[in-house]
């Protein structure tokens, strides 16, 4: 976040937690923070800060004290302490990285429907400026945690009030097992139109699901990585 401090502007991106009216802050890496929220499995926290210290102001260089981190988190472990301000907290970016995050996942998510997005009255294709175009005329919403690829089908439906568009798309055949369907239903249910759905005696999910066609390799790479390559997927096109 950009913070103006009198004359003085200084930038830093934070992560913050406010409890009881006490804040506590954690310097970040702003790529990496967006990558921990999305999968914090994956990271170690110590990637993400930098600085290992929590504090009170990070732009003026307060530390928490030892007393209320304890008071408040239960502990004095400033990698478990940030770890939760990361997880629960509120990330500010300086507005900077802010703008330059969402101009690049806004032109990633309108090349993503360029490459497929025709316009159904004369079936030739939208080119990249006019997608970009209906999403500033609809005012669409970039979100800076998701990948883009996750925001394409809300993209496409906010824009069809501004521009007729249809996309090619697939249909998947898809069966997860039961340990990881509960995990899997939410993704397919964002990538994808659920046709059809049932659930088995076992607990496994079947499911017949719509996916547009430049998300179709990005489907079934987030499938295979959810279940460990233990699923059953087919394909057939619209």
């Given at each position: 976040?950009?913070?103006?401090?009198?004359?003085?502007?200084?930038?830093?991106?934070?992560?913050?937690?406010?409890i009881n009216g006490k804040r506590f802050e954690v310097v970040i890496d702003p790529d990496l923070a967006v990558k921990f929220r999305r999968n914090p499995d994956n990271f170690d926290i110590r990637e993400v800060l930098k600085s290992e210290h929590i504090f009170s102001d990070a732009q003026k260089g307060l530390l928490a004290s030892e007393k209320l981190?304890?008071?408040?988190?239960?502990?004095?472990?400033?990698?478990?302490?940030?770890e939760r301000i990361l997880s629960d907290g509120e990330i500010e970016f300086t507005s900077e990285y802010r703008e330059q995050l969402l101009e690049s996942k806004r032109r990633r998510i309108a090349e993503i429907i360029s490459r497929s997005a025709i316009d159904p009255r004369t079936k030739l294709p939208h080119p990249m400026h006019r997608i970009l175009s209906a999403m500033s005329e609809a005012k669409?919403?970039?979100d800076m945690f998701k990948k883009p690829e996750d925001q394409v089908k809300r993209v496409v439906k906010e824009i069809a009030k501004i521009i007729p568009?249809?996309?090619?798309?697939?249909?998947?055949t898809v069966k997860i097992p039961a340990a990881y369907s509960g995990r899997a239903y939410s993704t397919i249910k964002a990538m994808g139109t659920i046709r059809s759905e049932s659930w088995l005696s076992d607990g496994s999910l079947k499911a017949d699901v719509e996916v547009s066609a430049?998300?179709?390799?990005d489907f079934i790479d987030k499938i295979n990585k959810l279940t460990h390559g233990d699923n059953y997927i087919t394909k057939k096109e619209v």
């Open positions: 976040m950009s913070f103006n401090l009198g004359k003085e502007k200084v930038h830093f991106n934070v992560a913050r937690l406010e981190l304890k008071e408040f988190f239960g502990t004095e472990d400033e990698l478990e302490i940030a669409v919403r970039v568009i249809s996309m090619h798309s697939v249909i998947f430049p998300l179709e390799l």
